[in-house]
C-alpha cells in the first residue's frame, strides 16, 4: 500500500496546475513554482505546515484537513513539512475556515495569541480539549469559550489578545480532590467595618430563631429539625430575635455547593447572614444630590449570597469566580479577579451582602428621567463595600453540603431539606415609605414629586420584608448563574 500523499495546487478550490508531495521536508522546490501555492487536498492523519520562507523560515500555516484556499497565506509558500499528524493540538488561524497565517497552541495559560494579538479568526479544538480566549491580555475582557472546532468567530474575530488551552477532565474529582481544590481556591470574603449585619453559622442562628407556623403554635427554631418537604407555601417561616440581627462572624463557615458539569469544577460558597439591613441610594433631584438612606426599604429578615469559584479539574487551577448580586451578578474572568497571596477575594456589601470585586460604592438598579432633554432624577442603590479587620476565608471554615457527583459521600445537615423562608414577610403602606423618603430629602423644591420619582425607581421587592428561601431552592444551586 502506498503512503498517503499531499496533493498541491496553484489555485484555489483545488484548481491549476498541481504536485504530489509524500511525507517528508522540501526546503525550496515543491512541484510547483514558488509563492504559487494556493488550495491543497491532505489525507486523514497528515498534517502539513507551509513556510512563508524558504529553508522554513518566516510565517507558518499548520493544516490537517483539506484546504480550498490559503486566504491570506494563498501564493506565499517557500517551504513545506509533510508529517504524520501524531499528538493533535489547538491551531489558532488568521483567517476563517481554518486559512491564513497559524499557530500550534499548546496546552497551558498564553498571556499572548501565538499566533499574535487581534489576528484569531478560526481555531481547531481537537477531542478532549477546551480553548478560553480573553478579548485583552492577560485573561481579562470578554471571554469566549470552545470546545469544537470554530470555523468563524463571528463577533469575536480579531478580538483575543489571550488565551488557555485546557484538557477536558475525564472524570469528577474524589472526595479527597475536591477538599485540596476547596481548600487551595476557596476565596476570602471581606465584610464592610460598618455593617452591623454580619454572617452566623445556621446553627447559631437557628439557636436564637423562632420557627412559626400559619394559624399553629410557635416553638425555638433549634429544639428539634425544622420541617422537611413542601415549598415556598407560607406554612413555616423563621424569624431571628432582634438580639441577633448581628450574627456571629466566630461561628460562621461557607457553606459549599460543588458542581461538576461541562467538564468545569464550580464551587459555591455561600454565606448565611441572619439579618439584612436597610438600603440606601444615591440621589440627584432638583435641588438635592447625595446619599439617603431608606429605611426600612431593602432591610428582611434571613439572607443567602454566594460566590461561585469555577476551577479547571485537571490542572485544579481557578478559571473564573462569579460574584451574586441582589438576583444577578457577574462572571469575573480570571485575570481581573483581585487576589491575595494567591487566593481569590471578594467583597461583601454594607448591609445587603451582594459581592463585588473591589471596594466603591457599587451603585446597582441605576435610573434617571428626562424631561425636555433635562435630566429630572439620577438614582442608583448604595452597595458599598470596604476592606476592614473583619473577613471569612473559605478555604479554612467551610461545610460541604453538596456533591452530586459523589453519590452518598457528602451528609448534609438536616436544616437542608427546609424549603420555606428564612425570614418572615412584613408588608408596608407606602404612604409610610414615602413619608421615610422625604424626611431624608429634607426641605427641597417639589418635594412630593421626588418622592414619587423616587419611589418608583425603587425595586417592588425593596418594598416589604420578606426572608428568602435557601439556597437549594434558586436557580443558581442548579448552575443558572
Known sequence: ???????????????????????????????????????????????????????????????????????????????????????????????????????????????SIPAGNDLVSSVIVPAGHRVTLYKDGPFKGDVRELTRDAASLDGFNDAASSMIVDRLADRAPTFDELKQIIEKVGPRIYFHPDDTFGPSSVEWFLKRATLHQKDGPTRNAGDAPLPAGGGDDGLYWLECSRSARGGDLGSAVAYVNAKYQNSWLDLQFWIFYPYNGAGSAKVSVTEFSGTIGLDPMGQHGGDWEHVTCRVDPVT???????????????????????????????????????????????????????????????????????????????????????ADFLTDAVAAPDWTQYCRRWGPRITYKSSDLKASIKSSLGNIPYADKAVDWIYGAIPDEAKEENGPTGPWMKGPWKGGE
Not at 477575594?345 to 471596594?359: C, K
Open 316 to 402: 485544579k487551577e481557578l478559571r473564573a469566580m462569579y460574584l451574586a448580586q441582589h438576583g444577578g451578578g457577574e462572571w469575573v474572568p480570571l485575570g481581573e479577579i483581585p487576589m491575595e497571596n494567591g487566593r481569590p477575594v471578594a467583597f461583601s456589601s454594607r448591609n445587603g451582602h451582594a459581592s463585588y470585586r473591589g471596594e466603591g460604592t457599587n451603585l446597582s438598579n441605576d435610573t434617571s428621567y428626562k424631561e425636555f432633554g433635562y435630566t429630572v432624577y439620577e438614582l442608583g442603590l448604595v452597595n458599598s463595600t470596604k476592606k476592614g479587620s473583619k473577613r471569612l476565608d473559605c478555604n479554612a471554615r467551610y461545610q460541604l453540603l453538596r
Open 1 to 111: 500500500m502506498s503512503d498517503p500523499q499531499v496533493t498541491l495546487f496553484s489555485d484555489s478550490e483545488y484548481r491549476g496546475s498541481q504536485s504530489t508531495l509524500s511525507i517528508g521536508r522540501y526546503p525550496s522546490g515543491f512541484g510547483i513554482s514558488n509563492d504559487a501555492l494556493s488550495s491543497l487536498k491532505i489525507p486523514a492523519g497528515l498534517k502539513v505546515t507551509l513556510c512563508e520562507h524558504g529553508n522554513f523560515e518566516g510565517r507558518r500555516c499548520t493544516l490537517i484537513r483539506d484546504t480550498p484556499s490559503l486566504k491570506g497565506a494563498n501564493d506565499k509558500t517557500s517551504s513545506i513539512i509533510v508529517e504524520r499528524l501524531t499528538t493533535p493540538t489547538v491551531i489558532v488561524y488568521s483567517d476563517s475556515e481554518f486559512a491564513g497565517w497559524s499557530a500550534e497552541v499548546p496546552v497551558g495559560s498564553h498571556s
